[in-house]
């Protein structure tokens, strides 16, 4: 039924969200970055192909993530003295990333913010505090500070105990989260869970329309979450919306061209661009905005062919490696599953702050594949033998970049 169609599109990323949160607050199950409501879960280590708690993580950073319920009063985030390069992400519920603070806004000394609920007045913030409105009132924050390798876990774990909560742990979830439904009816629970996380998230106004259209069709989904007296035709429409709906999402993860490392600067800023957020959900839930990070995928070599770890790849830059990032750039290989690939070497990534080598001539090549090259063992990012695809990330992107002034080379096959 294609008027069930796009709700299935714009409310997949608020879903992914909620299922994160759950995964991450409630389910007492052990992994990185699982602490109550309003409580901050440090990560002390680089995360490994073991961790599943959300897709497409990096290991140039340790993380630091809370949810936070903002209906009963501001939560106030100390930021530390700044000693390297760190930046606290604020999502919405809907995967917008709203706001970051970091190494460019943040002062040296650092300073401590109030995040306010959308419904809060201002003069709710505690004296010596900044006033930060947030969109709604369950917000994602997403630290990231940067760390070299096992040598430097202490110095970077100083710098990441100093982001601190202040606000009591609440006790009562919200009733979409409360009750989230997991039948193995990939449809219906699709469906009941959306219902309920409306009621709990309504969107903004200029955002309703993709819902508005099952009531123009004639169905209402109740605010319980509970489908017993929808129509079997009804039903038989949703089922068909959900798997096509997932289809063109999944379609859409791969880059529209065959040409690697596309790259779009509305991410984590989505505006109305459905597709785009819920495509960012299923790849990259927590995508940082484009003035922040620039994520550039290869999903092809330089023959429209989809990786593969059997074969092997060069990546070589002319330029030594000079990407246009004021902070650091890096790449990172993922499994088909959207998580990073089990290997022999722990290595999941190679970029700017690696040591690689250079050819004879300056530029700067790095091999991707299962078989270790005869040369240049440092350059060497291991790849399952199987499907694979890279995420060049690049910090602190330069204008140059966003305005299409850097050419970046193929993936090329070269056995």
């Known amino acids: 039924m294609q008027a069930a169609l796009p709700s299935v599109i714009a409310g997949y990323p608020l879903l992914e969200a909620l299922q994160t949160c759950r995964r991450q607050t409630m389910t007492g199950e052990p992994g990185h970055g699982r602490a109550p409501f309003n409580r901050i879960a440090h990560s002390p280590r680089q995360w490994t192909h073991r961790d599943r708690d959300f897709n497409t ?18 939560v106030v985030l100390e930021i530390p003295a700044r000693s390297r390069f760190f930046v606290v992400e604020l999502l919405d519920v809907y995967t917008n990333n709203f706001l970051n603070l970091g190494t460019r806004n943040v002062p040296a000394e650092g300073a401590r913010y109030a995040l ?13 505090t900044i006033a930060v409105r947030c969109p709604s009132a369950l917000v994602w924050l997403l630290g990231r500070v940067i760390v070299d390798d096992e040598a430097d876990l202490p110095a970077a774990r100083a710098m990441q105990a100093g982001l601190q909560l202040q606000r009591e742990p609440v006790q009562a979830p919200f009733a979409s989260l409360a009750q989230w439904q997991d039948t193995g009816d990939a449809t219906l629970d699709f469906f009941s869970n959306l219902a309920r996380a409306l009621a709990d ?3 903004l106004p200029s955002q309703r329309s993709p819902f508005d259209l099952l ?28 798997r096509e709906g997932i289809e063109l999402i999944e379609g859409h993860t791969h880059t529209a ?18 597709m785009l957020r819920a495509a960012t959900a299923f790849k990259g839930i927590g995508a940082l905005a484009a003035d922040e990070a620039i994520y550039a995928p290869a999903d092809y070599d330089q023959h429209g062919e989809l990786l593969h770890g059997r074969h092997a790849y060069r990546i070589r830059f002319e330029d030594g490696g000079d990407l246009p990032a004021d902070a650091f750039w890096s790449i990172t290989l ?4 959207r998580f990073l690939a089990a290997n022999a070497l722990g290595r999941h990534a190679l970029g700017s702050r690696s ?31 199987a499907p694979f695809y890279l995420i060049l990330r690049l910090y602190h992107p330069q204008q140059r970049l966003l305005e299409g002034g850097y050419r970046m080379p193929a993936v090329e096959r070269v056995d």
């Not at 993580?57 to 501001?74: I, K, M």
């Open 57 to 74: 993580p990096t290991v140039d950073l340790l993380y630091s993530n809370a949810w936070l319920d903002l209906r009963q009063g501001p």
């Open 116 to 128: 306010l609920g959308p419904d809060a007045l201002e003069s709710a913030a505690p004296e010596g």
């Open 201 to 203: 998230f309504p969107p």
């Open 215 to 242: 009531a123009a069709a004639h169905i209402a989904l109740p605010s319980d979450g509970v489908l017993d007296k929808l129509r079997a035709c009804a039903i038989e429409g949703l089922r068909c919306a959900y």
């Open 257 to 274: 061209s065959k040409a690697p490392w596309r790259f779009s600067t509305r991410l984590g800023r989505f505006g109305n661009d459905y």
């Open 334 to 337: 993922y499994g088909e599953d």
């Open 355 to 385: 040591g690689l080598e250079r050819d004879a001539d300056g530029a700067l090549t790095i091999h991707v594949g299962c078989e270790q090259p005869n040369a240049h063992a440092s350059n060497w990012l291991p790849a399952p033998d």
